[in-house]
C-alpha cells in the first residue's frame, strides 16, 4: 500500500489548510486511517483518526476543536481540514493506514504510512 499526501505550506497564524490522502490500494477502505505529525527534534505524535466507515473519529486534545478528519465512506481517501492554526502546529503531516477498521492513537497499531507534508505556520 502507498500513501500520497498533499495539501502542505506556508500559513498565516489562524489560517486554514486542509490536508488530503490517497491509498493506492482498495483494500485499505475496510481500515481506519489517521495522521501524525512529527516536529523537529520531537517525536511523532497522533493528531487524529478516523474508522473505515467515516467513524467513529479521535482527536488529540491539542487540535480538538480545530482540526476536522474525514473520509470517502468505504475509500481509501482521508482529509484533515485544520482551522485556526497555531505556531505549534508546524510539523511534518503524515497519514497512515491502520491495522483494523477502528482507529487506534499509537503508532505501532499502524501498518502503511505516507511520505509526509509540511505544514509551515508563520506569525
Known amino acids: 500500500v502507498q500513501l500520497q499526501a498533499s495539501g502542505g505550506g506556508l500559513v498565516q497564524s489562524g489560517g486554514s489548510l486542509r490536508l488530503s490522502c490517497t491509498a493506492s490500494?482498495?483494500?485499505?477502505?475496510?481500515?481506519?486511517m489517521g495522521w501524525f505529525r512529527q516536529a523537529p527534534g520531537k517525536e511523532r505524535e497522533f493528531v487524529a483518526a478516523?474508522?473505515?466507515?467515516?467513524?467513529?473519529?479521535y482527536y488529540a486534545d491539542s487540535v480538538r476543536g480545530r482540526f476536522t478528519i474525514a473520509r470517502d465512506y468505504g475509500k481509501s481517501v482521508v482529509y484533515l481540514q485544520m482551522n485556526d492554526l497555531k505556531l505549534e502546529d508546524t510539523a511534518v503531516y503524515f497519514c497512515?493506514?491502520?491495522?483494523?477498521?477502528?482507529?487506534?492513537?499509537?503508532?505501532?497499531?499502524?501498518?502503511?504510512w505516507g511520505q509526509g507534508t509540511l505544514v509551515t505556520v508563520s506569525s
Open positions: 478516523v474508522g473505515w466507515s467515516g467513524s467513529p473519529t
Open positions: 490500494k482498495r483494500t485499505s477502505s475496510n481500515n481506519a
Open positions: 497512515a493506514v491502520d491495522r483494523k477498521a477502528v482507529p487506534h492513537r499509537q503508532v505501532s497499531d499502524y501498518a502503511y
